[in-house]
């Protein structure tokens, strides 16, 4: 299994909703990634998770939470979101956290997410 | 602060055409990717460049790396219709955080 597999692939919700976004692997690699593309711009980096662990957090608001349950596992938890909010969300994962060379980033095929 | 900046922007070309996108980064890093994304898509990796002087080639499309000068191209030769897709280059900062380019929104006309 090659692959990042991100559900679900579309999600409409209104600002007073939860939601969770999942994230699954099964590679063995040991950092997974949250990135948020807004439309005609690059993809930007949330958080990292190393060994499980949150490694990096981008001074992301609160109300988007992750989590990493196991090594093969990264939810994003969504809470009391804002229209402008509403993006592409991808998740990555990486082999080697700490950058071997030549560790590559395998992507998601993205959950687009609208709030309304 | 890591800057990486594409240029163009935006291209547009004949099939049958050569044209280079440029990918300019402003730290060092020991890894430059390049990306291709369709509309509404996730990104596809392409290419992999871990040393000054890297060269990678597949197909139509050819990526190259000169850390020295902190300069990536990707040259298409030959341009067909399937390549028409916004191509991305990106930067690791650390050793965590990918940082991308604005990206390459590249048409290619019949």
């Known amino acids: 299994d090659t692959e990042v597999t991100q559900t679900p692939k579309h999600l409409v919700m209104g600002m007073t909703n939860k939601k969770s976004l999942k994230c699954e692997q099964h590679m063995g690699h040991r950092a997974m990634y949250w990135y948020k593309q807004k439309a005609k711009k690059p993809p930007e980096l949330m958080f990292v998770y190393s060994y499980e662990k949150l490694s990096i957090n981008e001074s992301v608001p609160s109300r988007f939470s992750p989590e990493c349950p196991n090594s093969s596992l990264l939810n994003l938890h969504l809470h009391a979101l804002q229209p402008e909010d509403s993006a592409l969300y991808l998740c990555a994962s990486s082999q080697d956290p700490m950058g071997a060379q030549g560790s590559g980033y395998t992507f998601g095929s993205g959950t687009r997410l609208t709030v309304v | 602060?890591?800057?990486?900046?594409?240029?163009?922007?935006?291209?547009?070309?004949?099939?049958?055409?050569?044209?280079?996108?440029?990918?300019?980064?402003?730290?060092?890093?020991?890894?430059?990717?390049?990306?291709?994304?369709?509309?509404?898509?996730?990104?596809?990796?392409?290419?992999?460049?871990?040393?000054?002087?890297?060269?990678?080639?597949?197909?139509?499309?050819?990526?190259?790396?000169?850390?020295?000068?902190r300069l990536s191209t990707l040259h298409i030769t030959a341009a067909v219709h399937d390549l028409s897709a916004t191509y991305f280059c990106a930067v690791v900062q650390g050793a965590q955080k990918l940082v991308f380019g604005q990206g390459t929104r590249l048409t290619i006309n019949p």
Do not use: H
């Not at chain 2, 900046?5 to 291209?11: A, C, S, T």
């Not at chain 2, 402003?26 to 392409?46: A, H, I, M, N, V």
């Open chain 2, 1 to 69: 602060e890591l800057k990486v900046e594409q240029n163009p922007l935006f291209l547009s070309m004949q099939e049958g055409k050569n044209y280079t996108i440029y990918c300019n980064y402003s730290t060092t890093s020991d890894r430059l990717y390049w990306y291709r994304q369709d509309p509404g898509k996730s990104l596809e990796s392409l290419f992999v460049l871990l040393s000054n002087g890297a060269v990678k080639q597949e197909g139509r499309l050819m990526a190259s790396l000169d850390t020295k000068a």
